[in-house]
């Protein structure tokens, strides 16, 4: 299986698999007839590979745009600043608003602030998309989104739980939420959670017990075995592979199951969906799922700003705090990358229907855990908000920073057709400053 | 397919002087187009001294064929009555009569426009169907689908494929350049081409000309006869775009002036007041798409437009293009069988541009024809040698109706159903299988099947009520009715796999059907499961 693989991928000859053995790097090697591979070769892009091991990252997605001011870059005492004051973190001279006190005890524990992104697009549809792809939309590319890459790269091919797990809110909706295997294909697609909390097509029927459905699958494969015995085709293998993946894919539904977690760890986290999915999350990491997407909706406050971020902000405070606590604990942060992301943020300024509209001139991002200096700032706005003054930020060069923070070497190419085409738009670099 | 080697190849390649075949060396044109295919891959065979593999027997060369030319796998009574049938001339006749079938028309109406509107949210079927049903010439259909039809005022027919496309200029240069021309430009947008040294910006700006006056009000769409587009080099310096096509050609055209801004409020007026009253606006004096027909179909040039088609074609009925990737048909990136592409793109442009010729042509090579079937101890040729039939995964559209054909009840398709009634029940079969079709994904090059797939398979009851449910049309109800064993066995494999069971196969379902004897029609049920679900289904093999 892994012969075939390689040598029929498009994509990419040199798959983190090819250097988990030294016979299977042998057979890369052998089809290595790529540029992917050859840079692949050259250290240190390999200890990457190696050291890349088990990564993991939980998204949590702001859907609509959090104002930065109301989190990681407030305004106080400005007229753009709003009603909400400032307060210190566990970094000496960092502050954020204080609608996050408990994330501002853990700054310095687990999180780096960028604070000067400016992505130059206010436009729902387009800014997510730019957001979820790391780049701009080109019309002759379908380009995978941030989760099917980390798949690719992270996830296994006999992996017995899903590679890439997406959570949508009803308050989102369906047309907003963002998610694309692209040139990949659906192999590396998101599992997409369209209703409640477990993915669909996880649970077996009633109509069929157990035992048949294991009984029918076994008949299938010797079937289908029997077809594929004299038949050499990359598309026909990854046609029982799916199928085979299904039985350990149905186990991994207990790990949607919040009743198996106990009551304690439950009320910790706390009664919302938001919360309820940010603790599937966790499991779901824990369990080996290299991807996860939690979105939280809707924070685009045109009217209310500051009502809607006493609640969203609020919430979002205490749910990934807990979570953070939670993975450090549990040994998983050191390995998983927690991300807070939006399409853009707000504008300084408060309209008349005390909202903030789009904003994608001088908003904030953060990500904490693996790979990520604890306790950085990078970047500064100017005293209103309006621009930003130190260490601009775009899409491409925050999507490095991440892909390096997993030691994914963020400039390797996949190939469609003939064209290269790097994880990152060329000549990127990532934010070396928030990076450990 | 092994993807990794295109760059490595084609860099290669650039400093390899490309022969396209000129007109003198090539067979003559009267030669059949199977005698043609057959000549040149055997020519290249024998050079790389690979055997062709067997041809593929009967049942499988039917199955294969109705799939590509009518959608569907055939019927346990159409397989019984192929393989049973001594008439020498049976494969030919199979092929025209499946050629003149409504199915065959329905079937490449939804391939050719999954081909030109993947990826917009609009449908060309209807024009296409109806184009398809009179043959209507590739090149006009073309023209009509980049200019409009005559008599279409409603701009519902062919211009929805530039309709679709209105809004977005560069989708519209790339995805033109892609389907008529088998070239990407789009490479050329930021900087000079990587791959071709000859295409510049200035040849993608040059072809995006031919699209730049073309504007979307309301509904409709229309043509402006100003417009020039500018752009900036990778050095930074402003251009104005020639009008240019592919072969560096540019085209001369009527001088065009900018109107001053009175004129240009008239007219944003006017197309305010059209978009109000819901009509098109008038047709350009001086249309930049007519030119690029003109240009496009132009005798005597590269036949960038020929090539293309039959480029298009040869991948889809062959799993893999003589050129490869599809949209890189271009002087640095050689053709596996460069003469082979010219003999039929020439056939293509002295034959009218005939779709259905190409086709019949493919389909009754010997190539088209060999086994997918390889021993595993040896090492497969490389695709481009067309030495071992290419496994082709099924369209959406293919699938879910041969689960449907192969999940009814022999009953309803009996040997002896009048054509007319059979294609009312296929035209069920297809309406009733796009459910299903619905939830799988178009395989693109190098697919792979997604997870999901299998588990929509596995647990949705979308399958459980379409092709397990209980009723008297329906396999499953009817293989618990047949009282001998063996012959419910036989006939299952019969009309889910199109051919005779193999000893193996029996074994393993009469173990399956003794274990769950106290549940018999439960049993069948999991066991056409079994089958319907296994690769041998989901390919075109």
């Given at each position: 299986m892994l012969n075939s693989e390689i040598r029929n991928s498009?994509?990419?000859?040199?798959?983190?698999r090819t250097f988990l053995g030294a016979s299977a790097a042998a057979a890369g090697l052998t089809f290595a007839a790529d540029m992917t591979a050859l840079n692949a070769l050259q250290s240190p892009v390999l200890a990457n590979e190696l050291k890349k091991n088990d990564k993991r990252v939980i998204l949590l997605w702001l859907a609509g745009g959090a104002s930065q001011l109301e989190t990681f870059d407030p305004k106080p005492?400005?007229?753009?600043?709003?009603?909400f004051k400032s307060i210190q973190t566990s970094v000496p001279g960092v502050q954020i608003c204080e609608l996050l006190p408990k994330l501002a005890d853990r700054i310095g524990k687990y999180t780096a602030i960028i604070?000067?992104?400016?992505?130059g697009n206010g436009d729902h549809g387009s800014a997510a998309r730019m957001m979820h792809l790391g780049r701009r939309d080109e019309p002759s590319v379908r380009y995978p989104d941030l989760g099917a890459m980390v798949a690719r790269e992270l996830?296994?091919?006999?992996?017995?739980?899903?590679?890439y797990v997406s959570f949508y809110t009803a308050t989102e909706g369906r047309g907003n939420a963002i998610s694309q295997s692209g040139f990949l294909?659906?192999?590396?697609?998101a599992m997409f959670l369209?209703?409640?909390n477990s993915p669909p097509n996880l649970r077996r029927l009633e109509e069929i017990t157990d035992l048949d459905h294991q009984e029918r699958a076994d008949l299938r494969r010797l079937f289908s075995d029997r077809f594929a015995r004299t038949r050499q085709s990359a598309s026909l293998s990854s046609h029982n592979e799916a199928y085979s993946r299904v039985r350990g894919l149905m186990a991994s539904e207990k790990l949607f199951?919040?009743?198996?977690?106990?009551t304690p760890m439950r009320d910790k986290y706390g009664p919302t969906l938001f919360a309820e999915q940010c603790l599937i999350a966790r499991r779901l990491v824990e369990a080996g799922v290299p991807f996860v997407k939690v979105s939280r909706a809707w924070?685009?406050?045109?009217?209310?700003n500051f009502e809607t971020h006493l609640e969203l902000a609020t919430e979002l405070d205490h749910v990934m705090s807990t979570l953070l606590d939670d993975l450090q604990e549990r040994g998983l942060l050191d390995h998983t990358l927690v991300i807070t992301l939006s399409e853009f943020g707000r504008t300084p300024q408060i309209n008349a229907s005390l909202g903030r509209d789009h904003f994608a001139s001088a908003w904030s991002v953060t990500l904490s855990g693996c790979g990520i200096k604890r306790g950085s700032v990078h970047g500064k706005s100017d005293e209103d908000g309006n621009?930003?003054?130190?260490?601009k930020v775009g899409a491409p060069q925050l999507f490095a920073t991440i892909f390096q923070a997993l030691g994914i070497d963020h400039q390797k190419n996949y190939h469609v057709g003939a064209r290269p085409l790097p994880l990152?738009?060329?000549?990127t670099q990532p934010i070396r400053e928030v990076l450990a | 397919m092994r993807g990794g080697w295109h760059l490595s190849l084609m860099f290669a390649l650039a400093t390899v002087l490309v022969k396209t075949g000129a007109a003198d060396e090539l067979?003559?044109?009267?030669?059949s187009l199977e005698e043609a295919i057959d000549h040149y891959l055997d020519a290249r065979l024998a050079k790389d001294g690979v055997t062709a593999a067997p041809q593929a027997n009967d049942l499988n060369l039917l199955r294969r064929t109705m799939l590509d030319l009518v959608g569907r796998i055939p019927t346990a009574a159409e397989a019984k009555a192929y393989a049973a049938s001594?008439?020498?001339?049976k494969r030919v006749a199979l092929v025209d009569r499946l050629m003149a079938t409504p199915a065959f028309v329905r079937q490449q109406a939804a391939e050719i426009d999954a081909l030109l509107m993947?990826?917009?949210?609009?449908?060309?079927k209807d024009y296409v169907t109806a184009s398809l049903e009179k043959n209507v010439p590739w090149d006009q259909m073309f023209r009509e689908m980049v200019v409009g039809q005559e008599g279409d005022a409603e701009q519902k027919g062919a211009i929805k494929f530039i309709r679709s496309r209105a809004k977005d200029t560069d989708k519209l240069t790339t995805d033109a350049g892609v389907l008529f021309?088998?070239?990407?430009?789009?490479?050329?947008?930021?900087?000079?081409?990587p791959l071709v040294p000859t295409w510049t910006q200035e040849h993608y700006f040059g072809m995006k000309s031919f699209f730049s006056r073309t504007y979307d009000v309301g509904e409709f769409i229309g043509e402006k006869e100003y417009g020039i587009v500018n752009y900036k080099t990778v050095q930074g310096e402003s251009k104005d775009a020639r009008l240019m096509f592919l072969t560096g050609e540019v085209l001369t055209e009527p001088e065009s002036k900018e109107p001053d801004d009175n004129a240009k409020k008239d007219e944003k007026k006017k197309l305010e007041e059209l978009k109000k009253s819901k009509q098109a606006p008038p047709a350009a004096a001086y249309s930049r798409r007519a030119r690029l027909i003109e240009v496009g179909l132009?005798?005597?040039?590269?036949p960038y437009f020929a090539r293309s088609i039959v480029n298009q074609l040869w991948n889809r009925l062959m799993?893999?293009?003589?050129?490869?990737?599809?949209?890189?048909?271009?002087?640095?990136n050689q053709p596996s069988h460069p003469d082979l592409l010219a003999w039929l793109a020439r056939d293509m442009q002295t034959h009218k541009y005939d779709l259905r010729r190409l086709m019949r042509g493919i389909v009754l090579s010997k190539a088209y024809s060999r086994?997918?079937?390889?021993?595993?101890?040896k090492e497969l040729p490389a695709?481009?040698?067309?030495s071992v039939a290419i496994i082709r995964p099924l369209t959406p559209w293919q699938y879910g109706t041969s689960l449907r054909v192969a999940a009814a009840s022999p009953e309803f398709f009996p040997?002896?159903?009048?054509e007319d009634e059979l294609d009312n029940r296929i035209k069920q079969m297809e309406g009733a299988g796009r459910n299903i079709a619905g939830s799988l994904e178009y395989p693109g090059d190098d697919f792979q099947v997604s997870v999901d797939e299998a588990l929509l398979f596995s647990n949705s009851d979308k399958v459980k009520n379409e092709?397990?449910?209980?009723?008297?049309?329906?396999l499953p109800t009817k293989l618990a009715e047949i009282k001998e064993r063996r012959e419910a066995m036989e006939t299952a494999i019969w009309n889910i796999y199109c051919r005779p069971p193999a000893d193996e196969e029996l074994a393993a379902l009469e173990q399956f059907l003794h274990k769950h004897e106290d549940q018999p029609a439960q049993a069948w049920k999991q066991a056409v499961w079994a089958m319907l679900t296994s690769g041998e289904c989901r390919f075109n093999y």
């Open positions: 498009k994509f990419e000859v040199a798959s983190r005492g400005r007229p753009t600043g709003g009603p604070r000067g992104v400016d992505t996830g296994k091919a006999d992996s017995q739980v899903p590679d294909g659906a192999r590396y697609g369209t209703e409640g199951d919040l009743s198996q977690e106990p924070w685009d406050s045109h009217g209310q621009k930003v003054i130190e260490g990152t738009d060329p000549g | 067979l003559p044109a009267e030669k001594t008439d020498a001339n993947r990826g917009t949210n609009q449908s060309l021309f088998g070239v990407n430009v789009s490479c050329a947008k930021c900087h000079d081409h132009k005798e005597g040039t590269y799993g893999r293009g003589l050129v490869m990737p599809l949209d890189q048909m271009h002087d640095h086994t997918s079937e390889w021993d595993g101890s695709d481009e040698l067309f040997a002896d159903l009048k092709l397990l449910r209980d009723g008297k049309e329906m």
